[in-house]
Protein backbone atom coordinates (compact mmCIF):
# COMPACT_ATOMS: atom_id res chain seq x y z
CA UNK A 1 0.00 0.00 0.00
CA UNK A 2 1.61 3.50 -1.33
CA UNK A 3 0.23 6.37 1.37
CA UNK A 4 1.44 9.63 -0.48
CA UNK A 5 1.48 13.06 2.27
CA UNK A 6 -1.38 14.19 0.59
CA UNK A 7 -3.59 12.26 -2.21
CA UNK A 8 -5.06 15.43 -4.49
CA UNK A 9 -6.56 12.78 -6.82
CA UNK A 10 -8.99 11.44 -4.13
CA UNK A 11 -10.58 15.28 -3.51
CA UNK A 12 -10.59 16.19 -7.24
CA UNK A 13 -12.31 12.67 -7.96
CA UNK A 14 -15.19 13.17 -4.83
CA UNK A 15 -15.47 17.29 -6.56
CA UNK A 16 -14.61 16.70 -10.02
CA UNK A 17 -18.52 17.31 -11.05
CA UNK A 18 -18.81 20.77 -9.43
CA UNK A 19 -14.57 21.52 -10.56
CA UNK A 20 -15.33 20.91 -14.14
CA UNK A 21 -18.64 22.84 -14.42
CA UNK A 22 -16.78 25.69 -12.61
CA UNK A 23 -13.69 25.12 -14.83
CA UNK A 24 -16.21 25.36 -18.26
CA UNK A 25 -17.94 28.37 -16.77
CA UNK A 26 -14.63 30.46 -16.98
CA UNK A 27 -13.85 28.95 -20.53
CA UNK A 28 -17.04 29.79 -22.24
CA UNK A 29 -16.78 33.33 -20.28
CA UNK A 30 -13.28 34.09 -21.20
CA UNK A 31 -13.00 36.07 -18.58
CA UNK A 32 -9.50 34.91 -16.66
CA UNK A 33 -8.37 37.78 -14.89
CA UNK A 34 -9.36 39.96 -12.41
CA UNK A 35 -13.22 38.65 -13.87
CA UNK A 36 -16.35 37.77 -12.00
CA UNK A 37 -15.19 34.60 -10.89
CA UNK A 38 -12.19 36.11 -8.39
CA UNK A 39 -14.56 39.05 -7.19
CA UNK A 40 -17.02 36.59 -6.03
CA UNK A 41 -14.54 34.07 -4.67
CA UNK A 42 -13.35 37.63 -2.53
CA UNK A 43 -16.08 38.61 -1.28
CA UNK A 44 -16.90 34.96 -0.31
CA UNK A 45 -14.25 34.23 1.42
CA UNK A 46 -14.68 37.49 3.38
CA UNK A 47 -17.27 35.90 4.64
CA UNK A 48 -16.08 33.10 5.67
CA UNK A 49 -13.07 34.63 7.28
CA UNK A 50 -15.27 37.57 9.44
CA UNK A 51 -13.35 40.29 7.82
CA UNK A 52 -14.11 43.13 5.39
CA UNK A 53 -11.77 43.50 2.43
CA UNK A 54 -9.78 39.53 1.56
CA UNK A 55 -7.74 40.65 -2.05
CA UNK A 56 -6.87 37.55 -4.17
CA UNK A 57 -2.95 37.00 -5.47
CA UNK A 58 -0.58 34.87 -6.95
CA UNK A 59 0.62 33.34 -4.42
CA UNK A 60 0.93 32.96 -0.55
CA UNK A 61 4.48 34.65 -0.80
CA UNK A 62 3.17 37.53 -2.56
CA UNK A 63 0.58 37.96 0.08
CA UNK A 64 3.15 38.22 2.63
CA UNK A 65 5.25 40.88 0.53
CA UNK A 66 2.44 42.86 -1.09
CA UNK A 67 0.65 42.80 3.33
CA UNK A 68 4.12 44.43 3.92
CA UNK A 69 4.87 47.10 1.38
CA UNK A 70 0.82 48.18 1.75
CA UNK A 71 1.89 48.65 5.64
CA UNK A 72 4.80 50.65 4.58
CA UNK A 73 7.66 48.66 5.65
CA UNK A 74 11.09 49.04 4.45
CA UNK A 75 14.51 49.93 5.14
CA UNK A 76 15.81 49.94 8.67
CA UNK A 77 12.54 48.49 9.90
CA UNK A 78 12.47 45.38 12.50
CA UNK A 79 9.89 42.31 12.05
CA UNK A 80 9.95 39.79 14.80
CA UNK A 81 8.89 36.63 13.54
CA UNK A 82 9.64 32.41 13.93
CA UNK A 83 12.50 30.59 12.99
CA UNK A 84 10.80 27.38 12.63
CA UNK A 85 9.00 28.62 8.93
CA UNK A 86 8.78 27.95 5.52
CA UNK A 87 11.74 30.60 4.27
CA UNK A 88 8.88 32.36 2.76
CA UNK A 89 7.78 34.55 5.74
CA UNK A 90 11.15 35.93 6.34
CA UNK A 91 11.69 36.32 2.44
CA UNK A 92 8.91 38.74 2.27
CA UNK A 93 10.24 40.88 5.34
CA UNK A 94 13.26 41.17 2.73
CA UNK A 95 11.97 42.00 -0.32
CA UNK A 96 10.63 44.98 1.46
CA UNK A 97 14.39 45.79 2.84
CA UNK A 98 13.49 45.52 6.43
CA UNK A 99 15.05 42.93 8.71
CA UNK A 100 13.31 39.39 10.19
CA UNK A 101 14.23 39.62 13.93
CA UNK A 102 13.69 35.91 15.12
CA UNK A 103 12.57 34.86 18.18
CA UNK A 104 12.46 31.27 19.42
CA UNK A 105 9.44 28.96 19.49
CA UNK A 106 7.52 27.24 22.11
CA UNK A 107 8.50 23.18 22.48
CA UNK A 108 5.41 21.86 22.01
CA UNK A 109 2.53 23.95 19.63
CA UNK A 110 6.08 24.91 18.01
CA UNK A 111 4.72 28.56 17.53
CA UNK A 112 6.73 31.65 18.15
CA UNK A 113 7.33 32.09 21.98
CA UNK A 114 4.78 35.02 23.32
CA UNK A 115 7.35 35.59 26.26
CA UNK A 116 10.27 35.94 24.56
CA UNK A 117 8.36 38.43 22.31
CA UNK A 118 9.20 41.22 24.06
CA UNK A 119 12.40 41.39 25.16
CA UNK A 120 12.80 41.46 21.14
CA UNK A 121 11.21 45.09 20.70
CA UNK A 122 13.98 47.56 19.61
CA UNK A 123 12.81 51.18 18.40
CA UNK A 124 13.22 49.82 14.86
CA UNK A 125 10.61 47.28 15.48
CA UNK A 126 7.34 47.64 13.50
CA UNK A 127 5.50 44.78 13.66
CA UNK A 128 5.14 41.16 14.51
CA UNK A 129 4.29 38.34 12.05
CA UNK A 130 3.94 35.04 14.03
CA UNK A 131 3.30 31.88 11.86
CA UNK A 132 0.28 29.48 12.45
CA UNK A 133 2.10 26.46 12.22
CA UNK A 134 1.44 23.26 10.55
CA UNK A 135 -2.01 24.15 10.91
CA UNK A 136 -2.73 25.61 15.35
CA UNK A 137 -3.44 29.14 15.98
CA UNK A 138 -0.35 30.92 17.26
CA UNK A 139 -1.24 32.52 20.71
CA UNK A 140 -2.68 36.07 19.21
CA UNK A 141 -4.38 38.13 22.35
CA UNK A 142 -1.46 38.23 24.01
CA UNK A 143 0.80 38.87 20.64
CA UNK A 144 -2.15 41.82 20.08
CA UNK A 145 -1.60 43.53 23.15
CA UNK A 146 2.29 43.59 22.47
CA UNK A 147 1.61 45.27 19.14
CA UNK A 148 -1.40 47.19 21.18
CA UNK A 149 1.12 48.92 23.73
CA UNK A 150 3.93 49.33 21.40
CA UNK A 151 2.46 50.50 18.50
CA UNK A 152 3.35 47.33 16.14
CA UNK A 153 1.56 45.91 13.40
CA UNK A 154 0.30 42.58 13.41
CA UNK A 155 0.38 40.66 10.33
CA UNK A 156 -0.56 36.80 10.61
CA UNK A 157 1.05 34.44 8.31
CA UNK A 158 -2.08 31.75 7.73
CA UNK A 159 -0.61 29.86 4.87
CA UNK A 160 -1.34 26.74 6.62
CA UNK A 161 -3.99 27.68 8.88
CA UNK A 162 -7.24 27.94 6.76
CA UNK A 163 -10.26 27.89 8.65
CA UNK A 164 -8.98 27.73 12.11
CA UNK A 165 -10.12 29.40 14.62
CA UNK A 166 -8.46 31.28 17.64
CA UNK A 167 -10.94 31.83 20.35
CA UNK A 168 -14.30 32.68 18.44
CA UNK A 169 -12.86 34.03 15.14
CA UNK A 170 -11.00 32.82 12.39
CA UNK A 171 -7.37 33.29 11.65
CA UNK A 172 -6.46 36.10 9.36
CA UNK A 173 -8.90 37.89 11.43
CA UNK A 174 -7.26 39.31 14.68
CA UNK A 175 -4.24 41.45 12.84
CA UNK A 176 -3.92 44.20 10.29
CA UNK A 177 -3.32 41.99 7.72
CA UNK A 178 -3.70 38.35 7.19
CA UNK A 179 -1.64 36.25 4.63
CA UNK A 180 -2.88 32.96 3.09
CA UNK A 181 -1.69 30.02 0.38
CA UNK A 182 -3.67 28.46 -1.88
CA UNK A 183 -1.07 26.27 -2.77
CA UNK A 184 -2.21 22.74 -4.23
CA UNK A 185 -1.73 20.82 -0.88
CA UNK A 186 -2.47 23.87 1.69
CA UNK A 187 -6.06 22.93 2.98
CA UNK A 188 -7.89 25.26 0.74
CA UNK A 189 -5.59 24.38 -2.21
CA UNK A 190 -5.56 25.43 -6.11
CA UNK A 191 -4.78 23.62 -9.04
CA UNK A 192 -1.61 25.93 -9.05
CA UNK A 193 -0.45 28.91 -6.75
CA UNK A 194 -2.21 31.45 -5.53
CA UNK A 195 -2.87 33.52 -2.61
CA UNK A 196 -5.25 35.98 -0.64
CA UNK A 197 -4.93 38.93 1.59
CA UNK A 198 -7.17 40.13 4.28
CA UNK A 199 -7.97 43.13 6.23
CA UNK A 200 -10.35 45.12 7.84
CA UNK A 201 -8.89 48.02 6.95
CA UNK A 202 -9.63 50.39 3.64
CA UNK A 203 -6.56 51.61 3.43
CA UNK A 204 -4.58 48.47 2.94
CA UNK A 205 -7.14 46.81 1.05
CA UNK A 206 -6.82 49.68 -1.40
CA UNK A 207 -3.11 49.80 -1.43
CA UNK A 208 -2.95 45.91 -2.03
CA UNK A 209 -4.95 45.95 -4.53
CA UNK A 210 -2.95 48.65 -6.49
CA UNK A 211 -0.12 46.90 -5.90
CA UNK A 212 -1.45 43.90 -7.24
CA UNK A 213 -2.07 44.74 -10.49
CA UNK A 214 0.97 46.96 -11.71
CA UNK A 215 0.47 49.95 -9.17
CA UNK A 216 -2.29 51.08 -11.50
CA UNK A 217 -5.25 52.45 -9.76
CA UNK A 218 -6.63 53.42 -13.57
CA UNK A 219 -5.86 51.37 -16.38
CA UNK A 220 -2.48 52.50 -18.18
CA UNK A 221 -2.00 55.08 -14.95
CA UNK A 222 0.43 53.83 -12.63
CA UNK A 223 1.31 55.95 -9.07
CA UNK A 224 3.83 53.58 -7.83
CA UNK A 225 5.65 50.47 -8.92
CA UNK A 226 3.64 47.56 -8.37
CA UNK A 227 3.72 43.71 -9.44
CA UNK A 228 1.50 41.05 -11.36
CA UNK A 229 0.28 39.24 -8.79
CA UNK A 230 -3.00 38.34 -9.58
CA UNK A 231 -5.67 35.54 -8.38
CA UNK A 232 -6.82 34.69 -11.84
CA UNK A 233 -10.31 33.38 -12.59
CA UNK A 234 -9.71 29.58 -12.75
CA UNK A 235 -8.06 29.02 -9.63
CA UNK A 236 -10.92 31.40 -8.10
CA UNK A 237 -13.41 29.40 -9.29
CA UNK A 238 -12.21 26.22 -8.14
CA UNK A 239 -11.36 27.55 -4.82
CA UNK A 240 -15.39 28.72 -4.97
CA UNK A 241 -15.48 25.08 -5.09
CA UNK A 242 -13.54 23.56 -2.55
CA UNK A 243 -14.37 26.47 0.27
CA UNK A 244 -17.83 25.24 0.40
CA UNK A 245 -16.85 21.33 1.55
CA UNK A 246 -13.57 23.25 3.69
CA UNK A 247 -15.38 23.21 7.11
CA UNK A 248 -15.91 18.82 6.15
CA UNK A 249 -12.35 18.49 5.16
CA UNK A 250 -10.82 20.31 8.17
CA UNK A 251 -13.39 18.24 10.53
CA UNK A 252 -11.71 14.98 8.98
CA UNK A 253 -8.15 16.06 9.21
CA UNK A 254 -8.91 16.61 12.57
CA UNK A 255 -10.46 12.74 13.12
CA UNK A 256 -7.43 11.60 11.25
CA UNK A 257 -5.21 13.62 13.70
CA UNK A 258 -6.94 12.13 16.48
CA UNK A 259 -6.68 8.62 15.37
CA UNK A 260 -2.93 8.95 14.54
CA UNK A 261 -2.25 10.47 18.57
CA UNK A 262 -4.41 7.66 19.88
CA UNK A 263 -2.79 4.61 18.24
CA UNK A 264 1.25 6.12 18.17
CA UNK A 265 0.51 7.52 21.84
CA UNK A 266 0.08 3.98 22.91
CA UNK A 267 3.78 3.67 21.59
CA UNK A 268 4.98 6.73 23.20
CA UNK A 269 5.35 8.65 20.47
CA UNK A 270 5.28 12.33 21.13
CA UNK A 271 2.18 13.88 19.37
CA UNK A 272 1.21 17.38 18.22
CA UNK A 273 0.08 19.21 21.07
CA UNK A 274 -3.08 20.77 21.15
CA UNK A 275 -3.27 24.17 23.35
CA UNK A 276 -6.84 24.40 23.21
CA UNK A 277 -6.48 28.42 22.36
CA UNK A 278 -7.70 27.82 19.00
CA UNK A 279 -8.61 24.90 16.44
CA UNK A 280 -5.73 22.74 15.18
CA UNK A 281 -6.85 22.21 11.59
CA UNK A 282 -3.44 19.96 11.07
CA UNK A 283 -2.00 20.91 7.30
CA UNK A 284 0.41 19.03 9.05
CA UNK A 285 0.32 16.27 11.40
CA UNK A 286 3.87 16.40 13.08
CA UNK A 287 5.31 13.69 15.20
CA UNK A 288 8.92 14.00 17.63
CA UNK A 289 11.23 11.75 17.54
CA UNK A 290 14.88 11.03 18.68
CA UNK A 291 14.56 7.89 16.24
CA UNK A 292 13.51 10.20 13.44
CA UNK A 293 15.76 8.30 10.75
CA UNK A 294 15.21 5.08 11.78
CA UNK A 295 11.60 5.78 11.42
CA UNK A 296 11.59 7.49 8.36
CA UNK A 297 14.15 5.14 6.50
CA UNK A 298 11.10 2.10 7.48
CA UNK A 299 8.64 4.37 6.27
CA UNK A 300 10.31 5.05 3.33
CA UNK A 301 10.71 1.23 2.62
CA UNK A 302 7.32 0.33 3.33
CA UNK A 303 5.86 2.41 0.98
CA UNK A 304 4.54 5.55 3.15
CA UNK A 305 5.64 9.20 2.82
CA UNK A 306 6.69 10.92 5.50
CA UNK A 307 8.40 14.60 5.64
CA UNK A 308 10.92 17.14 7.61
CA UNK A 309 9.56 19.86 8.55
CA UNK A 310 11.80 22.12 8.68
CA UNK A 311 15.42 20.47 8.86
CA UNK A 312 17.01 24.05 8.69
CA UNK A 313 15.50 26.66 11.29
CA UNK A 314 15.99 30.05 9.37
CA UNK A 315 18.48 32.00 12.02
CA UNK A 316 20.58 28.69 10.26
CA UNK A 317 19.95 29.41 6.48
CA UNK A 318 23.11 30.90 4.86
CA UNK A 319 21.15 33.38 3.37
CA UNK A 320 20.53 35.13 6.75
CA UNK A 321 24.06 34.16 8.55
CA UNK A 322 25.26 37.49 7.97
CA UNK A 323 21.81 39.05 9.92
CA UNK A 324 21.78 36.01 12.64
CA UNK A 325 25.69 35.42 13.38
CA UNK A 326 25.88 33.30 16.01
CA UNK A 327 22.05 33.92 17.30
CA UNK A 328 21.23 30.98 18.88
CA UNK A 329 17.39 29.50 18.81
CA UNK A 330 17.62 26.26 20.88
CA UNK A 331 14.42 25.24 20.94
CA UNK A 332 13.70 25.75 17.40
CA UNK A 333 17.31 23.73 16.71
CA UNK A 334 16.57 20.62 18.33
CA UNK A 335 12.72 20.92 16.80
CA UNK A 336 14.31 20.66 13.59
CA UNK A 337 16.51 17.60 14.85
CA UNK A 338 13.90 15.84 15.87
CA UNK A 339 10.36 16.69 13.29
CA UNK A 340 8.62 14.35 11.36
CA UNK A 341 5.43 14.60 9.40
CA UNK A 342 3.19 11.61 8.09
CA UNK A 343 0.33 11.49 5.44
CA UNK A 344 -2.65 13.56 6.26
CA UNK A 345 -5.88 14.55 4.09
CA UNK A 346 -9.19 14.66 4.68
CA UNK A 347 -9.53 11.36 2.84
CA UNK A 348 -6.84 9.42 4.97
CA UNK A 349 -8.59 5.70 5.68
CA UNK A 350 -8.40 3.67 8.87
CA UNK A 351 -6.76 1.07 6.99
CA UNK A 352 -4.04 4.11 5.72
CA UNK A 353 -3.66 5.54 9.56
CA UNK A 354 -3.35 2.02 10.72
CA UNK A 355 -0.94 1.34 8.04
CA UNK A 356 1.07 4.13 8.44
CA UNK A 357 1.05 3.20 12.58
CA UNK A 358 1.86 -0.39 11.80
CA UNK A 359 5.44 0.57 10.25
CA UNK A 360 6.38 2.73 13.03
CA UNK A 361 5.69 0.61 15.95
CA UNK A 362 7.56 -2.54 13.99
CA UNK A 363 10.61 0.19 13.67
CA UNK A 364 10.62 1.06 17.41
Known sequence: MQIPMVDLKIQYRQLKSEIDAAISKVLDSAHFVLGPEGTAFEQE????????????????????????????????????????????????????????????????T????????????????RAILPVHLFGQPADLQP???????????????????????????????HGDLGC???????????FGDGGLVVTNRDDLAAEIRVLRNHGSRER???????????????????????????????????????????????LGIEVPYEDGKGTHVYHQFTILSDQ??????????????????????????????????????PVSEQTARRVLSLPIFPELSEEQIQRVTGVIRAAL
Open 180 to 190: FSFFPSKNLGG
Open 220 to 266: YHHSLIGYNSRLDDLQAAILRVKLQHLDQFNARRRENAHRYSELLGE
Open 45 to 108: IAVYLGVKHAVGVASGTDALHLALRAAGLGPGDEVITSPFTFIATAEAIAYVGAKPVFVDIEPD
Open 292 to 329: RERLQKALFEAGVASAVYYPIPLHRQDVFLDICGNLAM
Open 110 to 125: FNIDVDRVAAAITPAT
Open 143 to 173: LAQICREHDLLLIEDCAQSCGARYGEKMTGS
